[in-house]
């Protein structure tokens, strides 16, 4: 962590964020358009390679609307063979540089029937469904309590900050519970059929170690799905593909950048 935080620091002119963003599948292009600072993660110590098309992989440092941000431009993944530990060690790292609020991005599956691809859905609770935790193993006490209360990883306020944000700007969002599989391959009818009778409206392949990494370090969280298809089995469902998800991610940018932009300014 030391050697992280000090080249990091060194090529930032110690930059000091108070909020994270991590950007996932097709929201690349908002730190693209928002950078004072951008290093790669391969030539961040300690930081691992994202390796899934459409993201490259930057820790990308910028002032937006009179607030310090630290985004992570495309983040890594359980299903490419990382560690839990590996795929949440920047979360730990943006505690350390200072950030308080974290907006955890993703694109999603449909499991409610009502959604609609390029819906916004901000994320009431989640289901973790992956298998693992990524606060197995010993005990680090300067980051967070070993046994973490999870009543509210997604914070209301925050929520509340977010929905005001959308009114504002005419988008009316859903709202929702995530559930995460491990990946890499979507999942079969029948997983999703389980997920809504227990309670999913959203199924993604990732979000949820961070969220529950950034709770435990005392960091407020908020998360946001743009639903990018119908679910497998799910009324108006065809096969499943990760163009289709680029795409539909692609035609909801436009909303979902200015709904950023609006909460980074009312934080």
């Known amino acids: 962590m030391e050697d992280t935080l000090k080249y990091i620091n060194e090529k930032t002119n110690n930059f000091k964020p108070e909020i994270g963003i991590i950007l996932g599948s097709g929201l690349g292009e908002f730190a693209d358009e928002n950078c004072d600072y951008a290093l790669f993660y391969t030539e961040i110590p300690n930081f691992i390679k994202s390796t899934v098309?459409?993201?490259?992989?930057?820790?990308?440092?910028?002032?937006?609307?009179?607030?310090?941000?630290?985004?992570?431009?495309?983040?890594?993944?359980?299903?490419?063979?990382?560690?839990?530990a590996e795929i949440t060690y920047p979360v730990k790292v943006m505690k350390k540089l200072g950030v308080k609020n974290l907006i955890l991005t993703n694109a999603a599956g449909a499991v409610n029937e009502s959604f609609k691809p390029s819906d916004l859905m901000i994320i009431t609770d989640h289901i973790n469904f992956m298998g693992t935790n990524p606060l197995i193993g010993p005990n680090d006490a300067?980051?967070?309590e070993r046994f973490p209360d999870m009543s509210e990883i997604y914070k209301k306020d925050l929520i509340k900050v977010a929905d005001e944000c959308a009114e504002k700007l005419g988008i009316k969002p859903q709202h929702g519970v995530y559930f995460a599989s491990s990946g890499p391959s979507y999942?079969?009818?029948?997983?999703?059929?389980?997920?809504?009778?227990?309670?999913?409206?959203?199924?993604?392949?990732?979000?949820?170690?961070?969220?529950?990494?950034?709770?435990?370090?005392?960091?407020?969280?908020?998360?946001?799905?743009?639903?990018?298809?119908?679910?497998?089995?799910?009324?108006?469902?065809?096969?499943?593909?990760?163009?289709?998800?680029?795409e539909t991610t692609n035609s909801a940018k436009a909303s979902f950048k200015a709904l950023l932009q609006a909460i980074i300014y009312a934080f």
């Open 53 to 84: 098309h459409g993201h490259k992989g930057r820790l990308v440092f910028a002032n937006i609307n009179g607030k310090r941000v630290v985004m992570m431009q495309g983040r890594n993944h359980f299903y490419e063979g990382h560690s839990m």
């Open 142 to 144: 300067d980051f967070g």
């Open 187 to 246: 999942e079969t009818p029948a997983e999703i059929k389980m997920a809504r009778i227990m309670g999913a409206d959203a199924v993604g392949m990732s979000t949820v170690p961070e969220a529950i990494v950034a709770n435990y370090c005392g960091i407020n969280v908020l998360g946001i799905s743009c639903i990018s298809n119908a679910a497998a089995g799910v009324k108006g469902g065809q096969s499943l593909s990760h163009e289709e998800v680029i």
